[in-house]
């Protein structure tokens, strides 16, 4: 069968910490990765978030004597509107592909003008609705993080897109746990297939696991599309270092993601490869004396021995042989042929 390449996401986040040279190394990173897009986060601190709002537990962890709230976070991670022709230029240069998440409808407007080739809703915005219906209108396609969410409000979102005329071949739905790293335990995976089945869509996975094997695990599962953190170096100061990759390990992550998707990609026949073929009669079996046999000798499966290589009768074909007459003298260890016996 025919196997889409899965779209590589390399998330960058706002593991860039509000330095455009991290955000610029970033990109050079994930190009020399292999991945087919660098997604940054576009937002305007005061449109997404209450100044009063507190951190979550992740954020409060992994930003140990920080700001204590998510606007005096957010408001050091936003991206400056003169940093998106230069990370674009630079995406060009290095052959890979610009992405950001816009998380309010001016952000969106703004990641439109700039022609991105499709919009990723995050999972915080699964239940805002008059999100959906402002990035659904773009008509564009659409990648959709449902983590937190049941299957009920990932429907509920799925009606208000589709309303709004997005149609169903437009649209990836990606399994995603919200945890900062998540637990193995909570990984769910099976669930992406249940998104699949119920839900009829494209789906895929947003990891927040720590390490590489999730990923590829969902490779294997039928993911399209696999969403992935990463940084420069994992204790850097940030919400979202602790739980991302180190470039090296994106690197591993796109190369184990290329080759399993190689490995999926046969025709689903059980048959002998084209490389294995070669190796037939070197690895079977044929049988032969296991002592000196004279001519008009009956055999028995005493008589019988089963050696490499495998280039003449069949241990499988046994049962025929027993009971035939050898017709030549032959010693121990000769491998017998139909010719030889009646």
Request: proline share 5%; with cysteine; charged share 25%.
């Amino acid at each position: 069968m025919s196997v889409k390449p899965v779209i590589i996401i390399a998330e960058a986040g706002v593991n860039h910490n509000g330095d455009i040279n991290k955000a610029l190394e970033l990109i050079d990173v994930a190009a020399d990765a292999g991945a087919d897009f660098v997604k940054f986060q576009t937002f305007k601190a005061e449109k997404i978030v209450n100044p009063t709002a507190q951190k979550a537990v992740y954020q409060k962890n992994n930003m140990k004597g920080d700001e204590d709230t998510q606007f005096g976070m957010l408001k050091k991670l936003e991206m400056g509107d003169d940093w998106y022709p230069v990370l674009i230029e630079r995406c060009q240069k290095k052959g890979i592909k610009f992405l950001s998440t816009g998380f309010d409808s001016e952000s969106i407007d703004f990641l439109n003008k700039l022609n991105i080739p499709f919009y990723k809703i995050p999972s915080g915005e699964l239940t805002n609705k008059p999100y959906l219906q402002h990035i659904a209108r773009k008509g564009k396609d659409l990648i959709l993080s449902t983590g937190m969410a049941n299957l009920e409000e990932v429907k509920a979102a799925l009606e208000v897109i589709f309303l709004e005329g997005i149609d169903k071949n437009q649209l990836t739905v990606l399994h995603c746990n919200t945890e900062y790293p998540t637990p193995m335990e909570d990984v769910n995976l099976l669930a992406m297939r249940q998104i699949a089945e119920e839900l009829g869509v494209k789906v895929g996975y947003s990891d927040h696991t720590l390490g590489i094997e999730v990923p590829i695990a969902a490779v294997a599962l039928g993911a399209w599309v696999i969403e992935k953190h990463f940084t420069l170096d994992r204790g850097l100061p940030g919400p979202d270092h602790a739980a991302s990759l180190e470039p090296i390990e994106l690197k591993s992550m796109v190369q184990a993601i290329r080759n399993i998707e190689k490995a999926i990609g046969g025709n689903g026949i059980k048959e002998p490869s084209q490389s294995e073929k070669k190796n037939i009669l070197i690895a079977r079996k044929s049988l032969h004396l296991k002592r000196e046999i004279k001519k008009g000798d009956v055999l028995s499966q005493d008589d019988l021995i089963s050696l490499r290589p495998g280039d003449g009768i069949s241990p499988m074909e046994i049962d025929y042989i027993i009971g035939k007459e050898l017709l030549l003298d032959l010693p121990k260890g000769a491998k017998i042929s139909m010719e030889n016996l009646r």
